[in-house]
């Protein structure tokens, strides 16, 4: 019974017969002194745009037979004027019917393609849950390709035994082209923050995988950060911008970036030693993640979006609806004739939901005492077996070892 069901929706296409019925009003209309005889081809054109075959010939069937019975009504069916105007829609049914299983098969192909893309993409960066740890979160993401859900912006959580550790960052480029480097970072993230002691470990192992990429001459910046259950965070900075820590009350706290380090792919540069801050949160304070195409939307005079001016929309709702009032400010905010050129742009919305305020200390503007861990050796990070000749990190790390780091 289904398949008589699906059998007879395919074999309808009201436009089609819409179509027909029009034309044959208007012959109707006018009377005898005038026929559109091949105007009824225009039955199943139109079926073609979303018809089956099935569906184009019945309509072209249709059309034939209500020319025929009004040709034969005033006596020129068997008239050379009846014919060839039979004939034209018959051979108009059958092209259009041609066209209408291309049509389909095309469709099948590209619904095909559709599902694959759609695996890919939620394999390389899956919706994030809506808590981890001591945090609960958010995100959103727009691509500069309007068909793709990923890009050159990179976001991930991942839990770890006391918190979570959180990974924004920005690959040079924008669109479907940078997605190859951001994936192969995201993997080198998520390899090694669960298990790495330190997190510049994890950064150094995230700026191994870019370097073993010698076809791509690109870097990355991106913000590595620890957030534990009794609320300390610990940012790294690698040339990107500095999150947003907002209180619970909603002021901004840490709106001005720390010192930062180099991206990634330029530690041939200079010492590639990231930016480091720390502070405490309490319950209820929310931190915002964020790439430059937030912060490098332009209005009409230029002016990039006001972000420190914009936090109180980061506050008083729901996570997701704070990115969506996010989202509309920044569009509002930007000019009409750069929004056809826009950048990739990842936000990360996260509160702290792990201790409660009364057994935590206030938070503070002063970075909290953190030593930073000693740098793994050259062999350590595995550079004994890299294929990578001549690479500023083991040179970086190697000459650091006899100075006692």
């Known amino acids: ?207 191994c995988a870019l370097l073993r990429r010698p076809d791509e001459e690109r870097f990355a910046t991106l913000a590595l950060a620890e957030l534990t259950s009794q609320g300390h965070l610990t940012a790294l900075n690698y040339g990107h911008p500095s999150p947003h820590v907002i209180n619970a009350d909603g002021a901004p706290l840490w709106a001005d970036a720390a010192p930062s380090g180099l991206p990634l792919g330029l530690a041939a540069l200079a010492d590639s030693e990231p930016g480091r801050h720390s502070t405490t949160l309490r319950a209820g304070d929310r931190v915002l993640f964020h790439t430059d195409g937030l912060t490098e939307a332009r209005d009409q005079d230029g002016h990039f979006y006001p972000l420190d001016e914009r936090t109180a929309t980061l506050r008083d709702a729901p996570l997701e609806t704070c990115l969506e009032r996010l989202r509309a400010d920044i569009r509002f905010h930007t000019a009409p004739d750069l929004q056809d050129a826009p950048d990739d742009s990842a936000l990360l919305l996260i509160e702290f939901d792990g201790a409660p305020a009364d057994s935590l200390p206030l938070l503070s503007s002063h970075p909290a005492p953190d030593l930073a861990p000693a740098s793994p050796s050259a062999e350590e990070l595995g550079c004994t077996v890299c294929a990578v000749t001549a690479c500023p990190l083991r040179t970086t790390l190697e000459g650091r070892r006899p100075n006692g780091r």
């Open 1 to 207: 019974m289904r398949h008589l069901k699906s059998l007879s929706r395919g074999a309808v296409d009201c436009g089609g017969i819409c179509a027909v019925l029009a034309v044959a009003l208007a012959d109707v209309a006018t009377g005898d002194e005038a026929r559109f005889l091949p105007a009824y081809a225009i039955g199943p054109a139109v079926s073609t745009r979303r018809g089956t075959p099935l569906a184009v010939i019945a309509t072209g069937t249709i059309a034939a037979l209500v020319a025929a019975l009004l040709a034969l009504s005033d006596g020129t069916l068997a008239t050379r004027r009846g014919l060839s105007a039979l004939t034209v829609i018959i051979l108009f049914t059958g092209f259009a019917a041609a066209a209408a299983k291309h049509r389909r098969r095309q469709e099948t192909r590209l619904a095909a393609t559709r599902r694959v893309a759609h695996a890919a993409q939620h394999a390389i960066a899956p919706p994030l849950p809506a808590a981890h740890g001591p945090v609960r979160m958010a995100s959103s993401y727009a691509s500069a390709d309007p068909h793709a859900r990923i890009g050159g912006d990179l976001c991930e959580v991942v839990p770890i035994k006391d918190g979570v550790r959180i990974l924004i960052g920005d690959v040079q480029g924008k669109g479907l082209g940078t997605v190859a480097l951001s994936t192969a970072l995201l993997s080198a993230f998520r390899e090694s923050a669960p298990s790495e002691t330190h997190l510049e470990t994890v950064g150094l192992r995230m700026s």
